[in-house]
Structures are given as C-alpha cells and as structure tokens.
C-alpha cells in the first residue's frame, strides 16, 4: 500500500498506522516526507502487499470515494469557513485528507457548529435537490437524480422508495404499510417548502470531528437537499451539545416553524439505511420514527 500512496501523493510515506476498518475500507494515519499527517480511507484489498505496484480494481472503492471527495469539494464551495477538510488525495481506491487531531466537545464549539452549519446551508445555494455525482452512503448507493420539484416527492422518490425495497425483507407487512403511508402522505408532512440547501447528508455524531476550537464535517454524503434532514440526523444517535448546537442555527438561519414534530419524517430514510445495512436490530425505532412523522 505504501507505494501506491507515494505514487498518489508525489511524495514519501515514513510513517504508515493502521486504525482498523468501517464498511468496506480500511483506516490508516500516514506522516508523510513533507511534514503533513494525514488520513488515509482504502479499499480494501486496493493494493497487494506482495506487489505495491499492481494497483486491484476492487469494486468496494469504485465510486465512493469519488462521491466523497466531490462532496466535500462541492460543500466547501458554499463559502470562507465552510466546516469541512480539504481533499489532499482521491481515486477509486483511495481517499487521502488532512489529518484531524481530536478534541473535547466544548459548548463554544458546539455553538461556532451551529454557525457554520447555517452559513452551509444557506450559502450558495444549488438550484436543484440531488447532485451531479453518484451517491453513496457507507457503500450503498444514493440515487442523487436532480430534480428542480419540491423537496418532499424528490425524498419519497430518491431516499424512501429505493430503501424501503432495500430493507422490506427485515420488515414486517404491515411495517413496509407503515412506510408507505408515509411516502404518500410526504407533501403534507413536508411542513413548509424550503429552497434546496447544501447538506452534508449523513451527519450523524460520528460524522463530526471535534477538534480543538471547532468541529469538522467528515464522511458526507453530500446532496442539494432539505437543512432540516441535517438537523434531524445529529439528533438520531445523539450529539455532544446539540440543544447549543440548535439554539445557534436557529439564532443564524431561523428554523420553519414546527420543525421540530417534523425530526422523525427525516429519520426515516437514516433508519431505512441502517435497516438495509445491518437487518431487523433498527426495525423498532424505522417504525417508531414513521409513527412519530404520522403524527
């Protein structure tokens, strides 16, 4: 592996630090010749230890690490400040971003988070939902077709219908019913039409890297879509500070009314994701936040 990095990034690797697995990719630290540290996102099986040279067309990377890289470049684009690291290196076997050192959350961090969220979002707006990449989110595609309609057919279309037919066999009759009452009833409970944002997509707490006097956005799954999808998905596992978080989005770009009873309609495709990846242990909360978006 280490001579494929060399190549990718034009300089030598002295250091190389395995940091374990996620998904289909390995995680790696390298210190490079130059002085940078940087983080490093393989797929698996990229390179052949016995030939570093002999670069594998391994499916597992193919494409998503594309989709990443442009949609961290595409975030960054909606203007000086945006939270998101810069794209060192990419290819379809390789993902190469500065290295993040960690830190405490702090409530000071939490509420520049909540700045810098707002200015994303309502920065340099796309003109469409969808983008023009295909998406992936973890290793499962992301229908991100473009589409100049309102927001709530584009997300019962391109992130409920494809999921719901993804996890159905981990569901129950009567909670893929469930579901499809939501995907009929989504213009009512859409709330509010809102322009399309700039939004990370996959924002879970996981996804935010403190480190020391900010947080930065990793791994998105970046899209023209709905801010409120982005709010929804940091309260889905629970994030450090996030009512500091809210209160300093809300102050920036102040939030539809109701916004809150509409969380559980942008849960539902998170869930229907993790229906899809990891079987029937996320069924009782897809149903209870398709409930909960019913009202």
């Known amino acids: ?22 998904h289909s990719w390995t995680l790696h630290r390298a210190s490079l010749a130059d002085g940078r540290e940087v983080f490093v996102k393989a797929a698996s099986g990229s390179f052949r ?21 442009a949609g961290l470049r595409w975030l960054g684009e909606a203007g000086p400040g945006t939270p998101v690291p810069e794209v060192v290196a990419a290819d379809d076997h ?27 979002h309502t920065g340099a707006r796309p003109r469409t939902y969808g983008a ?7 290793d499962l595609p992301l229908d991100n077709t473009r589409d100049d309609r309102d927001w709530p057919r584009w997300y019962a279309e391109r992130r409920l219908e494809p999921f719901l037919r993804l996890g159905a066999r981990h569901l129950s009759s009567g909670d893929v019913r469930l579901i499809e009452r939501v995907i009929a009833d989504v213009e009512e409970l859409a709330g509010p039409p809102e322009p399309p944002s700039r939004v990370h997509g996959d924002l879970w707490s996981g996804n935010v890297q403190w480190t020391g006097d900010r947080a930065m956005l990793i791994d998105p799954a970046a899209h023209g879509g709905h801010r409120e999808t982005d709010l929804a998905m940091m ?52 149903v209870e936040a398709a409930r909960a978006a019913l009202g």
């Open 1 to 22: 592996m280490r001579d494929g990095l060399e190549r990718l990034l034009g300089t030598e690797v002295d250091r190389l630090s395995d940091l374990g697995s996620s």
């Open 49 to 69: 230890e016995d030939d570093p040279s002999d670069r594998l067309g391994n499916a597992s990377g193919a494409g998503v690490f594309a989709a990443e890289a």
């Open 94 to 120: 390789v993902l190469v971003l500065p290295w993040l050192p960690s830190a405490s959350p702090s409530p000071s961090t939490a509420e520049r988070l909540g700045r810098e969220l707002a200015a994303l």
């Open 132 to 138: 023009p990449w295909d998406g992936f989110i973890a």
């Open 235 to 286: 309260a889905l596992f629970g994030t450090p500070h996030l009512e500091r978080i809210l209160a300093a989005y809300d102050d920036a770009a102040p939030l539809a009314d109701g916004w809150r009873a509409r969380v559980p309609l942008h849960q539902v495709h998170p869930l229907l994701v993790h229906v899809a990846l990891f079987g029937a242990s996320y069924r009782a909360s897809l």
